[in-house]
């Protein structure tokens, strides 16, 4: 009971103060209490743990919001995926004396601490988003994330709702020797590729051959097959098609739905996707995922728009294929813009920034909208290293490694040049950013200027 008490008056004392409170209640709560996950663990009939690259957070707070439709939920909306944030998740959702006001969880659990809190938790279904290359100083390459998941998903008699469209999440699902449920984009919808980029599993992982695309969505996403076995995209039994703003969502033997899109892009399309295909194997009813898609509010930093002197959107960016979909959708933008991209390189961020290198910053050079790209960060100078050999003109690469002064900066130019801001940065610059950001609408507000939060 101490753990809880501890971790709930921190949890108290933070919410006063107006900070986030997503992870140090939990970190001290589980120092004092380590089997604090096991008793919550008994105390919940379900979890639903979403896990994969890139998209989790999206995801879980999407699922979360369909399945708070029909009953309370407990979930780490904010990210927060490690043990203490999934500790903290519940030390919110419960009273004082540690009973919980709700049944079940849906959580965010990174794909390192899966197998660490997997025997503690009755996780029921697992949702993986995708398997890409992500802090190469702390998963190492793409064998050892696959190895995590998979121990994670053995220590669980859990349902696998997969990315077939994935052929990392495909080679899951055959090795896990569980019940395996796909989703993916209808075949139809599937490209060939504007430009080479790199690209991650383009080798088959059951026989080394190299595998072969009829066409693409984006990353590794598409049309595989392997000529020197029988490894091939699966069927999907839940599919998608992006149909203007909206996403038409089929399952076989039931009517088609057509569902609103709460950002744009086809990565946030499979976000999408991914929640209602997860939705429909707790055994959700439409009404409970059009009313969760219409409650839920984006979590920070994915794609989260502030209209201050200009326009400004806020992303996260964290590795190639997540960046490659980022510049995708802004070079979509079809106004006048400007960038600031921030790199740091602290733990959270990952060590290792030599990813900057196989994201596809080229993009940039074939946008004439593009004014200007600011960089900043601790590895500011990398970033605009980045750029010149990309081939954007070092004239309108600025350098302003403090993030501050570089939004203050992108901001003011924006506004003088009547152009939008888009803000690329990694993770421990993610929520500075969007707290100044937050601070100067508040500052604008009394003055008379429009500000909401929303997607584009």
């Given at each position: 009971?101490?753990?809880?008490?501890?971790?709930?008056?921190?949890?108290?004392?933070?919410?006063?103060?107006?900070?986030?409170?997503?992870?140090?209640?939990?970190?001290?709560?589980?120092?004092?209490?380590?089997?604090?996950?096991?008793?919550?663990?008994?105390?919940?009939?379900?979890?639903?743990?979403?896990?994969?690259?890139?998209?989790?957070?999206?995801?879980?707070?999407?699922?979360?919001?369909?399945?708070?439709?029909?009953?309370?939920?407990?979930?780490?909306?904010?990210?927060?995926?490690?043990?203490?944030?999934?500790?903290?998740?519940?030390?919110?959702?419960?009273?004082?004396?540690?009973?919980?006001?709700?049944?079940?969880?849906?959580?965010?659990?990174?794909?390192?601490?899966?197998?660490?809190?997997?025997?503690?938790?009755?996780?029921?279904?697992?949702?993986?988003?995708?398997?890409?290359?992500?802090?190469?100083?702390?998963?190492?390459?793409?064998?050892?994330?696959?190895?995590?998941?998979?121990?994670?998903?053995?220590?669980?008699?859990?349902?696998?709702?997969?990315?077939?469209?994935?052929?990392?999440?495909?080679?899951?699902?055959?090795?896990?020797?569980?019940?395996?449920?796909?989703?993916?984009?209808?075949?139809?919808?599937?490209?060939?590729?504007?430009?080479?980029?790199?690209?991650?599993?383009?080798?088959?992982?059951?026989?080394?051959?190299?595998?072969?695309?009829?066409?693409?969505?984006?990353?590794?996403?598409?049309?595989?097959?392997?000529?020197?076995?029988?490894?091939?995209?699966?069927?999907?039994?839940?599919?998608?098609?992006?149909?203007?703003?909206?996403?038409?969502?089929?399952?076989?033997?039931?009517?088609?739905?057509?569902?609103?899109?709460?950002?744009?892009?086809?990565?946030?399309?499979?976000?999408?996707?991914?929640?209602?295909?997860?939705?429909?194997?707790?055994?959700?009813?439409?009404?409970?995922?059009?009313?969760?898609?219409?409650?839920?509010?984006?979590?920070?930093?994915?794609?989260?728009?502030?209209?201050?002197?200009?326009?400004?959107?806020?992303?996260?960016?964290?590795?190639?294929?997540?960046?490659d979909s980022v510049l995708d959708a802004v070079v979509s933008d079809a106004r006048a813009k400007l960038l600031v991209i921030g790199v740091n390189d602290l733990a959270a961020d990952g060590r290792d920034v030599s990813w900057l290198w196989d994201?596809?910053?080229?993009?940039?050079?074939?946008?004439?909208?593009?004014?200007?790209?600011?960089?900043?960060?601790?590895?500011?100078?990398?970033?605009?290293?980045?750029?010149?050999?990309?081939?954007?003109?070092?004239?309108?690469?600025?350098?302003?490694p403090d993030l501050i002064a570089a939004l203050k900066e992108g901001i003011s130019s924006s506004a003088a040049a009547g152009a939008a801001m888009h803000a690329l940065v990694t993770y421990t610059l993610l929520h500075p950013a969007a707290r100044?950001?937050?601070?100067?609408?508040?500052?604008?507000?009394?003055?008379?200027?429009?500000?909401?939060?929303?997607?584009?």
């Amino acid at each position: 009971m101490l753990g809880i008490w501890i971790g709930k008056l921190i949890l108290w004392i933070l919410m006063l103060r107006g900070r986030d409170a997503t992870s140090l209640p939990g970190k001290v709560a589980l120092r004092i209490a380590p089997g604090l996950l096991r008793r919550f663990g008994g105390r919940v009939k379900r979890v639903i743990a979403v896990t994969g690259t890139n998209g989790k957070t999206t995801t879980t707070s999407l699922l979360a919001s369909m399945v708070a439709e029909t009953e309370p939920v407990v979930t780490n909306h904010k990210g927060a995926n490690l043990a203490q944030g999934i500790a903290t998740a519940f030390l919110r959702a419960c009273s004082w004396t540690g009973r919980l006001r709700a049944n079940t969880a849906v959580l965010e659990i990174d794909e390192a601490t899966l197998p660490v809190v997997a025997r503690d938790l009755p996780i029921g279904v697992i949702v993986v988003t995708n398997v890409f290359r992500d802090q190469l100083d702390r998963y190492g390459e793409l064998d050892g994330t696959l190895a995590k998941l998979l121990d994670g998903i053995r220590q669980t008699q859990a349902t696998l709702v997969l990315n077939g469209d994935d052929p990392l999440c495909r080679y899951l699902g055959l090795r896990s020797s569980r019940k395996v449920l796909y989703y993916g984009m209808r075949r139809e919808t599937a490209r060939s590729p504007r430009r080479e980029q790199m690209r991650d599993g383009q080798f088959c992982l059951m026989c080394g051959q190299p595998l072969r695309y009829d066409g693409f969505w984006y990353g590794q996403l598409g049309l595989y097959r392997c000529e020197g076995c029988d490894f091939v995209r699966p069927h999907p039994l839940y599919q998608g098609e992006l149909q203007g703003g909206f996403l038409r969502f089929s399952e076989e033997g039931l009517p088609a739905l057509m569902l609103d899109l709460p950002a744009a892009g086809l990565y946030n399309a499979y976000n999408v996707l991914a929640a209602v295909s997860a939705a429909r194997a707790l055994g959700l009813p439409s009404a409970a995922i059009h009313g969760g898609l219409r409650a839920y509010r984006p979590p920070e930093g994915r794609m989260q728009r502030f209209d201050l002197e200009a326009p400004v959107t806020l992303h996260l960016i964290k590795n190639p294929t997540g960046c490659d979909s980022v510049l995708d959708a802004v070079v979509s933008d079809a106004r006048a813009k400007l960038l600031v991209i921030g790199v740091n390189d602290l733990a959270a961020d990952g060590r290792d920034v030599s990813w900057l290198w196989d994201a596809d910053f080229e993009l940039l050079v074939e946008d004439a909208r593009l004014t200007c790209v600011i960089a900043t960060g601790l590895r500011a100078y990398d970033m605009a290293l980045r750029l010149k050999y990309a081939g954007f003109p070092e004239s309108r690469i600025r350098l302003e490694p403090d993030l501050i002064a570089a939004l203050k900066e992108g901001i003011s130019s924006s506004a003088a040049a009547g152009a939008a801001m888009h803000a690329l940065v990694t993770y421990t610059l993610l929520h500075p950013a969007a707290r100044w950001l937050s601070e100067r609408r508040d500052q604008l507000e009394p003055q008379g200027a429009l500000y909401r939060t929303s997607v584009s």
